[in-house]
Each structure stands twice: as C-alpha cells, then as structure tokens.
C-alpha cells in the first residue's frame, strides 16, 4: 500500500471515524466537542512560524513537558504549539502549560486537512513525540520544507514487523524525517531497516529519566501530608489505574487495613471518564473516600483518596510511601515508573510494562522494582516496604542511581532538534 491508496482509503473510513467518535462521546462527551478541530476547521487563533510538537494522549503530553519547557526557554523568540488527539491529552496539556503554549487537536490524516493546518501553523520545525507517524502530515511537511523530528521515537519488534508490512507507505515516510532521536540501539536498528536515513538516526536515551521535580511541588505535598496528618498514617497509592485493576487494589487495601487500621489508598484512574464509577466502587467496598476533586481534606476516618484531578499525579505520587503503577496488572502496557522513582519512592507494578520494556528492565535489575500479580501479592509487598526500612531505603536509593545513570537525554534530543532547524 503506498501513500495514495492509504489516502483513499482514510477518506472512505471517514463515516466510520464519525461513528468511533460518536461513540466514544457515549462514556466521554468530550469527544464531541470540538470536532471541527479534527478537519481543521474551527481552528484557534494560532500565532505562525513558531515551534510545533505533537503528543497523541496523555503520557506522550506528560513526557513532551520537559521538551517543551527546555525549548520554551531555548527559543523564547518562537510561539510553541502542542497538539493532541484525545481529550484527556488536551486536557493535560491545558493543566501543564496553560496559555504559554498553543492548542489545539491534530487533524485528521487527510492531505487536504494536513495541508490547511499547516499553511495556518506555518512551524519552523514539527517535533513528533515517540512513535506517532502520520504519512500525510510528514510528507506535508516535506513539501513545505518543514523539518521533521521524531522524539524519544520506541519502536517494538511488533511495531516494526506492522510497519514492515506496508513499505511503500513506510521507506518514504521515515525517509522524509530530518531527525530521530531513539530512546535504544536496538530500536535505531529497526528503523534503519524499515527506510530510515542513516545520517537522521540518533540514539539519545529517554527523556524519561530526565524528569525534573520542581521545589514547589513538594512543598505542597509535606503542607498537605501535615494538614491531613499523613506524617502518623501509612499511605500507598496506586496511580494511573485501568477497568479491571481498581477492584484489585481495593482488595489489596482492604488486607492492609486489618493490619494497618489507619491506612491510606491514594486511587488515580487514569482516564477522568471512570472517575465517577472508581467512585462508586470504593463506596460499594464500604470503604469511605473522599474526592480531591471536591477539595475536601483528609480525615481520620478517610480510607480511599480518589485522585480524580487533571495534572496532579507527581502531587499524588509525593503524597505516598509506596507507589504502584497502574495499566500493568492488566494487558494495556503500563505507564511512567519513573515518575514515582524520581520523587524517591519504592515502586510496584505488575508484569504488562511493554510500553517500557527497557527501563522496567534496568529499575528491576536494580533493585528498584517489585512486580506484583494479584491483590494478595500488592498487599504482601507494601506492607513490607511500610515495616522494613532497610527494603524501602534500598529500592529507593537503587532508583535514583537507575534515574542518574541515565540522564542527558534531553539535552542530546534539544542538539538534534536545533541541528533540523
């Protein structure tokens, strides 16, 4: 399939696009809103000739932000504009930069949507987070000879072998991007096979690891564990959860309180559309939760604090003892360990981490994290970490070295993205 039928058949899809959205828009109406946005139409004032930097959801959002900052502070001169396609991604987005940066969603892949949101943007340079390739908007770009660079680029052995499947889409397009900063050796070589321009292709590490938590952030979290009187309870928190894992850590806190009587679970679904059920779980457990969404404290008698905010997780993440992180105990990839790591917490997950295969495998031969399976197993291991200081110091001290050792990614990346502009 080459890039023309690809366009084709991306037009005829489009009454299915509209019914995916639709759909969607059942358990969450935000993906109603603002469909113009989609076929850029609609579109925000957008200031031109600046910087634009596209992360499909949320954790792509997340791990742009210090990109963003760093090239914010690099290129003060330069508008940045960061795009999206979920609305959980934009609305991380909102909560990370507020009006410092441009907004809006990416349209869709069509050639003359691509076209008309570029002539608008007009971006000096377009910087794609991770592995997030769209043919029609790289080649656009190439016809408007806008550099291209893909950033903190993974790329699975499955992913290539799907990719593999369709070189005249392919070989072209990764023929076209002026830069890719890849997080492994491994993944370069899998580039490279599938069209990648050898003199494009640089190995820069994560960026990931490069996680900077600002002073103010934790202050706000020994305010908070004061005023809740957190510094007297044991906490947890199993943060960035999905359907199927919110019951299991319920039930590991439910072992943990005949133990720990005064325990707290810190519970953060990862999308804000299972809030309101997470919610309704926690009171069926007969467990008494409260919303940070509501502003309401702590009390002693609290059980559960639902983390149903936007942009709070490192806040979150600060407040605990111990941290678990979610989308792991179920097949959906995991999310950041490194996170909780950088703000010096032992960290648990479960076995499905293949969105971080290479760092879940250093913090592991480390020492720096535990995987769980079951709520018996969540249970057993935070109540360890709770009552052996010796096993919380040495995963907490084997995650900072994991984290130092692997720094300077970033700066590496900024190096690339300054040399295709």
Known sequence: MNRTLYSILLYLALPLIAARLWWRGRKAPAYRQRIGERFALGLPALKPGGIWLHAV????????????????ERYPQLPVTVTCMTPTGSER???LFGDSVQHCYLPYDMPCRARAFLQKLQPVVAVVMETELWPNHIHQCARMNIPVVLANARLSERSARGYARFPKLTAPMLAQLSGIAV???AEAERFLQLGARPEAVQVTGSIKFDLHIQPQLLQTAQQ?????QLEQRKVWIAGSTHEGEDLLMLEAHQQLLQAFPAALLILVPRHPERFDTTYRLCQAQGLEVTRRSRAEPVTAATRVLLGDTMGEMLLLYALADVALVGGSLVPHGGHNLLEPVALGKPVLSGS????????AGQLKDAGALREVSDARETATAVA????DQKA???MQQAGQQVLKANQGALERLLKVIGDAM
């Open 57 to 72: 959801s949320v954790g792509e959002s997340i791990a742009a932000a210090p990109v963003v900052r760093a090239l914010q």
């Open 384 to 387: 360890r970490l709770w009552t």
């Open 352 to 359: 499905y981490v293949q969105n971080f295969l290479e760092i």
């Open 183 to 185: 997080q492994t050796q």
């Open 392 to 394: 919380w110091q040495d």
């Open 224 to 228: 908070l564990r004061e005023q809740w």
């Open 93 to 95: 987005i909102r909560a």
